[in-house]
């Protein structure tokens, strides 16, 4: 069986599985958010009861993210939702905006949404919050009111995203009733070179494969390439899995898995026990292809949708308005430090915003010197944009506060994920997806830019 | 359910992904909530590009829209997981989307929620068919009617009665699979 075959095997109290059965599978993590946990809360309380409770209140995680920092009176009223629900069913996992349990979530517009406005409990971003604190384990199974969900198939998890009605029914009953989909086997070899990053991965095999080339799939990544990438490299390729219609993308455990999350559930208390899949020697795959990552170039997926595949180097002739670096996608520690490098000492020529994924990524910019300055003075004193309030923002548009939303048909190229129409706020606005080298080096010329040139 | 229905249809192209079907800036209606359910109809289909699409799918300041049966391209649905987008299309009065192919998160929606039949065509209609002819959607055997022609459709099979039921709970406590209320 493949990974995906085998985790849903376990999860469903089945020896074997095979691609097309549907099973009931027993669900490790269910995570919510603002967008989708009020609706999904709404459903569980149609459905079972205004007293019923939930199936595991250390299951499910909420982690308010998407509409937070807008003086939008009904998104501020959502966070508020989840917070009655969260203390009503005591919910042990629940990432508050504020700190006051018994308090109301009201966005200051007077202070402007640079400035921090959130409390410390706040995390960020869920996909990237699931990884920090501990509720990526391998072998078990995570589903999300979130299509970026996949992104947990980083840490060897089965994980997929989910609508408010399925996402209610598990909050009921623990269970779900899905179908064991194909495997499409990505086997990478090399490693990638300077100025390459696990972006330029994911969009390259998205621009192989199409934007709907993984439909009803599972992608699995492997092979001796794999060795070589951190887990921050990984949770980028999982996290795009559902731009090429992926069901799910999932890596192997090894060493460098085991390590983050025996760091990270032991920093958070949260449950360390779990039994990874490994490679079986039988896997059967409906595609099955091998990738040199040695031999990728600096890749850009053009407007309207991920799969409109080209060559940084060939796309000069675009110009910009405004770069954009965020998101649990492209708003990593990592990413900034890389976006860092190429403007580091320079400044940008376009608007540029940067909106970091989780406080963790906030805290680490800070603390990080080179040169006796930290990351976040070194990016603000190239021009960027800064805020202290990570979360969503402007990847997918939201309310039109929001910061680094594009409230005019202007072009910007972005370390996000998904690019069709709209997709960061105005309709005809156009959104090019690139690695944060690229973004970097485009923000400094104003059109697309192949970042080699910076390195 | 109606064993049939005949209505005028609304025509997209491929990747109708659900920021055209329901703007992001419209996502903090819950559409658990009767009237912001309501309100998610009046939106569907707002995030088209004007330039592709000058019929309005709803009309300024309506609720509803005219259109109960959709055509589309490849890729219907695509993007993100919300259940907002089956929602507003069947609040806005949409009884099926008939489309070359759809995303999975949101054919599931379809299913879960019972607010629409997402009909694989498997053909290219929406390269045949305008938005304002009439159609004829037969449910008995699953065939579409336009323009004097016949199309067979791709039965819905084991999720055809989850929807014939109105959706996951509905059919979940029907079949025994959950305690009745």
Not at chain 2, 103 to 129: H, K, Q
């Amino acid at each position: 069986m493949t990974l995906t075959e085998k985790i849903l095997a376990r999860a469903s109290g089945k020896t074997h599985v095979r691609p097309g059965d549907n099973v009931w599978v027993n669900v490790d993590v269910l995570m919510t958010h603002d967008v989708c946990g009020p609706g999904t809360i709404g459903v569980f309380k149609r459905e079972f009861g205004a007293n019923a409770k939930i199936w595991d209140r250390k299951k499910v995680v909420i982690i308010p993210d998407h509409y937070i920092f807008t003086a939008d009176a009904m998104s501020n009223r959502n966070v508020d939702i989840l917070r009655d629900f969260a203390n009503e069913q005591g919910i042990e996992y629940f990432y508050d905006v504020i700190d006051d349990p018994k308090g109301h979530w009201r966005f200051d517009a007077a202070k402007g949404n640079g400035q921090r406005q959130h409390g410390s409990h706040y995390s960020g971003v869920c996909h990237s919050s699931l990884a920090l604190k501990g509720h990526n384990r391998p072998g078990e199974i995570l589903f999300g009111t979130d299509s970026h969900t996949c992104q947990s198939g980083a840490f060897n998890q089965f994980a997929t995203g989910i609508g408010n009605t399925d996402a209610g029914f598990i909050l009921g009953t623990g269970k779900l009733l899905i179908k064991v989909p194909e495997t499409m086997r990505f086997f990478f070899e090399g490693a990638l070179p300077k100025g390459l990053m696990a972006k330029d991965v994911i969009l390259h095999l998205i621009g192989e494969i199409g934007f709907d080339g993984a439909t009803y799939r599972a992608m699995q990544f492997e092979g001796p390439g794999v060795a070589s990438l951190t887990m921050d490299d990984r949770m980028t390729i999982t996290n795009m899995a559902i731009e090429a219609g992926g069901k799910n993308g999932i890596f192997p455990c090894d060493q460098t898995t085991l390590d983050y999350v025996n760091a990270r559930t032991a920093e958070n208390g949260t449950k360390n026990t779990f039994t990874p899949a490994d490679i079986d020697a039988d896997q059967s795959f409906i595609y099955d292809k091998t990738f040199d990552i040695s031999a990728l170039e600096p890749t850009v997926a053009c407007h309207p949708d991920p799969g409109q595949r080209k060559l940084a180097k060939e796309m000069g002739h675009v110009a910009l308005d405004r770069a954009y670096i965020g998101s649990c996608t492209g708003g990593k520690t990592s990413d900034f430090l890389a976006f860092a490098e190429i403007v580091r000492g320079k400044t940008v020529k376009i608007d540029t915003f940067g909106v970091p994924s989780t406080t963790r990524v906030l805290e680490e910019l800070k603390a990080t010197q080179w040169d006796g300055k930290s990351v976040w003075n070194i990016l603000a004193d190239a021009g960027v944009r800064l805020t202290e309030n990570p979360g969503c923002a402007a990847c997918l548009g939201g309310p039109v506060d929001t910061f680094g939303r594009m409230n005019a048909p202007l072009k910007c190229i972005s370390a996000t994920n998904r690019n069709f129409p709209g997709r960061m706020g105005h309709k005809e606005s156009q959104v090019f997806l690139a690695s944060p080298y690229t973004v970097a080096a485009s923000a400094l010329t104003g059109k697309i830019t192949d970042p080699r040139e910076f390195i | 359910m109606a064993h049939s229905i005949t209505s005028k249809v609304f025509v997209v192209r491929d990747n109708i992904d659900t920021d055209q079907i329901i703007p992001a800036q419209y996502l903090a209606l819950v559409p658990t909530i009767a009237e912001e359910y309501e309100k998610l109809g009046s939106y569907a289909l707002i995030g088209l590009p004007d330039d592709q699409y000058p019929e309005k799918f709803v009309p300024e300041g309506g609720m509803k829209t005219p259109y109960q049966i959709v055509i589309a391209g490849r890729n219907f649905g695509c993007g993100s997981s919300r259940e907002h987008a089956p929602i507003a299309l069947g609040a806005a009065g949409v009884e099926a989307v008939v489309a070359e192919s759809f995303a999975r998160i949101f054919f599931r929606n379809c299913v879960a929620t019972g607010e629409l039949y997402p009909f694989d065509s498997g053909l290219r209609l929406c390269d045949i068919v305008k938005t304002g002819d009439e159609a004829t959607l037969d449910f008995d055997h699953d065939t579409l009617t336009v323009n004097g022609n016949t199309y067979q459709l791709k039965p819905l099979g084991d999720v055809r009665p989850v929807i014939d039921a109105g959706g996951l709970f509905n059919y979940a406590r029907k079949s025994g699979m959950i305690a009745a209320k």
